[in-house]
């Protein structure tokens, strides 16, 4: 069945049981996507089919190859049911992990695992066509050289900063030329759906989805690298705001009195104390106090380039002052995060990025300072976690991002 382009799909097909089928199939199929595996008796309760429809179109797909059964589920008493999912080749996703410094892709199965190896491209993102350009021909070489069935790889997922407007596709900071939206730029180029997303809500609905399977409804997750980026998930959905832009928590003013002026021009910004900027800020610093240090050493290897990931290497390492910094930005990056509890009431605050990999060096002067500064009551259920996915959390940002809205226009 054709799952490309689903919407011209259906203005081929003629007559009504035939179209209604259709929009059926789409349905399971989308119902096994986003679960990894289901009984029939469960998709009929989540899909709003009845049983023996169910059945029949499950034997549909099962011979034309989209689905396969998968062992039994436990039993409810009585027989245990047949699992059913995907099969791994019925469909594919290119996913894209852009970054203001180089940009990643991969390309996922349907069972969101990568069956290519993902390739990085260094480029400095802006607002020129011929970037976009670059960034279309380094996706569409990936794609050729994974040999796919073209037909079968049916959307592309991009995660990337900037103030994104999800809904109409638009990104208001980055690649802004012509009078097209980004999303009709690329879908143009790639001739078939594609799925933009902000980075740090796309990094948080992966963790939300593969990383802690749907356990949790109310989820923030803050991932640091040179800024610090918020995804809040409300209820199961991530949440947007009026326009796209919920979640610019880098740039909340919670520290004035400290006279930093930050990338955005302001001062006192938490971005301005405790993002990967802020650490190379107060790095340099100590390397200019100390030349010997363990950090100085890192940073002299790297041609005397001071990086996030540095100062979390030197810290791992055993150098004084790199704690000491990373102790600090996690201090106030607790008090910043301390405010996000007492207006949202999370269950689970994940923790990612780069400057995360500093581990328990981040974590625990998070916490100290969400014991100062949140109410005991508001912080008592809300579970505060390393993010899982590690380095591929980028790239599974873009899968959740299809994942999650994947064949919705025909759907609704
Ligand atoms: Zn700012």
């Known amino acids: 069945m054709n799952l490309i382009t689903p919407k011209k799909a259906l203005d081929k097909i003629e007559g009504v049981v035939e179209t209604k089928s259709y929009i059926n ?108 350009d670059k960034i279309c021909d380094f996706i569409l070489q990936h794609k050729q050289k994974s040999g796919l ?14 103030l994104i407007d999800a809904v109409h596709g638009i990104n208001h900071t980055y690649l802004k030329f012509g009078k097209k ?54 209820d199961g959905k991530i949440y947007q705001g ?38 190379v800020r107060m790095a340099k610093e100590a390397i200019e106090n100390d030349h010997d240090s363990i950090l100085a050493r890192l940073a002299k290897e790297n041609n005397d380039e001071v990086e996030p990931y540095l100062v979390v290497d030197a810290a791992l390492a055993g150098d004084q002052r790199a704690i000491t910094i990373l102790s600090e930005a996690g201090l106030d990056l607790g008090r910043g995060i301390s405010i996000l509890i007492q207006l949202l009431n999370p269950e689970l605050i994940i923790i990612g990025g780069s400057v995360a990999e500093a581990k328990q060096y981040l974590i625990t002067p998070i916490q100290q300072a969400l ?20 380095k591929e959390v980028g790239l599974l940002g873009g899968v959740a991002v299809v994942n999650e809205q994947i064949f919705e226009e025909v759907l609704q």
């Open 25 to 132: 199939k789409l349905k399971l199929i989308k119902n096994l996507y986003t679960k990894g595996s289901n009984t029939a008796g469960e998709m009929c309760v989540e899909v709003g089919i009845s049983l023996p429809t169910v059945n029949s179109l499950l034997g549909d797909l099962m011979a034309s190859g989209e689905v396969i059964k998968h062992g039994r589920a436990e039993s409810q008493g009585g027989r245990k049911p047949d699992l059913y999912k995907l099969a791994d080749d019925s469909f594919y996703t290119i996913s894209v992990d852009i970054n203001k410094f180089r940009i990643r892709t991969a390309i996922y199965n349907s069972s969101n695992k990568a069956i290519t190896e993902a390739e990085t491209l260094k480029l400095t993102l802006n607002n020129d066509k011929e970037t976009f």
């Open 149 to 162: 069935p073209d037909q079968k790889i049916i959307a592309v997922g991009i995660s990337m900063p900037g």
């Open 181 to 234: 939206s980004l999303v009709e730029n690329f879908e143009t180029r790639f001739e078939r759906k594609v799925f933009l997303e902000n980075d740090a809500r796309a990094m948080t609905l992966a963790e939300f989805k593969f990383g802690h399977n749907d356990q949790y409804k109310n989820v923030l997750g803050i991932f640091i690298g040179w800024g610090i980026g918020l995804g809040i998930i409300i």
């Open 242 to 279: 009026a326009s796209g832009f919920a979640g610019e928590f880098s740039h909340s003013p919670i520290f004035e009195s400290r006279d930093i002026t930050c990338s955005c021009g302001k001062k006192g910004c938490l971005e301005s104390v405790s993002s990967g900027t802020a650490i």
């Open 371 to 390: 014991n100062i500064y949140s109410m005991a009551k508001a912080r008592e259920n809300t579970e505060l976690a390393l993010y899982k996915l590690g």
